[in-house]
């Protein structure tokens, strides 16, 4: 009869080479699909190594059990085996997942013009995977305490009391808690997603990532902001790329009363013809304020996102100064002061037809303009002279 060490070898070598045979058969099924479609071949780069892993294990775990079946070490052995084989799966399943997200994530692009679409499916599959990849270690290590008699025990204690448990946990967890929904909430109301650009405690700049509990922003000038996700869900914040990356902006310039609107306004339509930064949908020039001497300008032009935008604006404030410079010189702000001569002689004599002020106003003075008053401060009618 054969050694019983030697019977469990030549066992595990005989699962070990089943093992094989069903991962071989499995390539080959793969490699013959992928003549047709390209997601086999992904599915093998994500997934092959922890196939294996948990092929050899389960293989070594039934050779095990086959040779050595009441032997007093096989419940220490196999509850290793078991920890090893549970790992092994949460690994395998985490690869699927991430196969499964990447291949989602091929099929939106983000790097074409209108990609507000691509941009929220990706948002929502990368809070998604982070999600099973939280639940999935969550399960793993509760698996793997379970394989303890005296965990098992306490388990069926806590579960008892899971109303002590659940209250004590929520309040210990608060704000982890809030900050992960806030996460889901941001993503599932698309109210915001990668590559978002928002303006935000007064900074500008585009959603970097996502994550369960906080937002990063990649800010114009490379600095990284980070905000809890409730900020997201309790504070305003501009999304200039909700529903397109059009955007409207404005420059304003101050100049004198003798400026020549129309001649500015010809020059405008020439500075945006030359540029391809305008995308033609609206230029308008209007006086908005006339009032302190100057003339308040102020130019709109509209651009395909923020950061054409801000660089068609900086060429129209540059070319409409330059052109003020050269074509317009009139138009140039200017403050006008009155010089009087010093030694002039002062009189206190009124002017011939000059009226002396009075006293009367529009809430004082007279019966009726106190009456008016009282209607604004809710006191007693003033009662007329005569009466008193």
Request: proline share 4%; with cysteine; charged share 20%.
């Amino acid at each position: 009869m054969l050694d019983p060490w030697l019977q469990f070898t030549v066992a595990v070598l005989v699962c070990v080479l089943a093992a094989a045979v069903v991962s071989t058969l499995i390539v080959v099924v793969m490699r013959l699909v992928s003549r047709w479609r390209s997601w086999p071949r992904a599915l093998m780069t994500h997934a092959r190594l922890p196939f294996r892993a948990l092929l050899l294990i389960l293989a070594i775990w039934i050779a095990l059990v086959a040779r050595f079946p009441e032997r007093e070490w096989l419940p220490g052995v196999g509850r290793l085996l078991s920890i090893v084989a549970i790992i092994a799966a949460a690994w395998f399943i985490g690869a699927l997942v991430s196969f499964a997200t990447d291949q989602a994530l091929g099929r939106y692009r983000i790097d074409v013009p209108d990609n507000r679409l691509a941009r929220r499916i990706r948002t929502q599959t990368l809070i998604l995977r982070r999600l099973a990849y939280a639940v999935l270690v969550v399960i793993a290590v509760g698996a793997v305490l379970l394989t303890f008699p005296a965990v098992r025990a306490v388990g069926a204690s806590l579960l008892a009391s899971a109303g002590i448990a659940s209250v004590v946990a929520g309040l210990a967890a608060q704000s982890v808690l809030a900050n992960m929904f806030a996460g889901i909430q941001l993503v599932f109301s698309d109210a915001l997603r990668v590559d978002d650009v928002i303006v935000v405690e007064g900074e500008w700049g585009k959603v970097g990532e996502i994550t369960l509990s906080y937002v990063v922003l990649d800010l114009w000038d490379d600095r990284r902001l980070v905000l809890p996700c409730t900020y997201f869900t309790t504070n305003p914040f501009q999304n200039w790329t909700r529903q397109g990356s059009e955007l409207l902006g404005a420059v304003e310039l101050d100049v004198d009363w003798r400026v020549s609107t129309t001649r500015m306004r010809a020059h405008l339509d020439a500075v945006l013809a030359d540029t391809p930064l305008w995308d033609g949908r609206a230029s308008v020039l209007q006086v908005t304020e006339a009032v302190g001497g100057l003339v308040r300008i102020r130019i709109l032009v509209t651009a395909r996102d923020a950061p054409t935008l801000f660089d068609l604006r900086c060429i129209v404030r540059e070319a409409m100064v330059l052109w003020v410079q050269e074509q317009n010189p009139q138009a140039l702000p200017v403050q006008r002061v009155m010089m009087t001569d010093a030694d002039a002689e002062v009189t206190t004599r009124a002017p011939r037809g000059h009226v002396a002020p009075t006293d009367a106003g529009l809430f004082s003075g007279s019966d009726e303009a106190e009456e008016r008053a009282s209607l604004f401060t809710q006191s007693m009618p003033v009662v007329g002279r005569d009466d008193r």
